[in-house]
């Protein structure tokens, strides 16, 4: 595309002159074109974008849309439990993101996806191949991903209608009952329902992005629904391990309901835990597991079940914890 720069640009950034022109284009955008010398002033390629236009020149600009981020592959050792031609089921260890994001560019699980397995869906996009759903960083466990975008939108289609049963396992501050109606603060923040003979609590209150630290999420009655049932697995005079059921899949879901009802996971500083214990002098993150993952194979319809076992740092500390 030819330019001419009239008298009235005389002073006027180079940059600033060009992005005028292409309205739909950032300044950022045209600013690569330049450094690419992709922008020509009288017929000679200018790399400066704050050169100052005397008015009067000619420009020559050759566009070029910004290529799509993509994450790269990454020599990073992963726990496989399964893989076969539509998905791959993984063991995620603690203080990996699943994904870039912020501060975190490189050594995701996505890097070391992208290394081990011969194909992802794109369904995701670029920088998140293959991702269906995601843990957060500490938090360790299973993760199913998808290798093609069938797979990718069956298993989608049945986190969305709740046909996935997702279990954690937490280590939390104080005891949970093992019947709900023991506890009438406990009765504030859910309601006891018995499955299978078992006494578990849910919990029903809605979350969104906490308005004073967008780091956090926050239990508010405009929030999105999100629904966990909670059980007691066992318990000591200070500590319990509970098991945490989600059917919905909001973003720190088990961390802020347990929280919310008095039962922090413990080493989640964030969401109220004690920031020193003396049973744990070393722990640098919050204890909670990705335990057991069931859904409908997207190819033979059949139901499967996976499980993870603790990690190692995650038993000893229990050990400590007299779980």
Known sequence: MVLDAGPEAQGERLDQFVVKRFAETSRSLVQEWIRAGRVRVDGKAECKASRRLRGGETLEVDP???PPLKAEPEAIDIAIVYEDDHLAVVDKAAGMNVHAGAGSASGTLVNALLHHLTCLSGSSGGMRPGIVHRLDRYTTGLLVVAKHDAAHRHLQAQFQNRQVDKRYWAAVEGQVPANPHDDPKLLRHGRPVMRNGVWWLRIEMPIRRDKRNRVKMAVAQNGREAVSDVRRLRGSDRFGLAEVRI???????????????GHPVVGDTIYGARKALPELPHLDRYLLHARSLEFEHPDTGARVRFEAPLPTDFGSCLRALGL
């Open 64 to 66: 070029a849309e910004r």
């Open 247 to 261: 059917h919905t899949g909001r973003t720190h879901q088990v961390r802020v309901h347990l929280a919310s009802a």
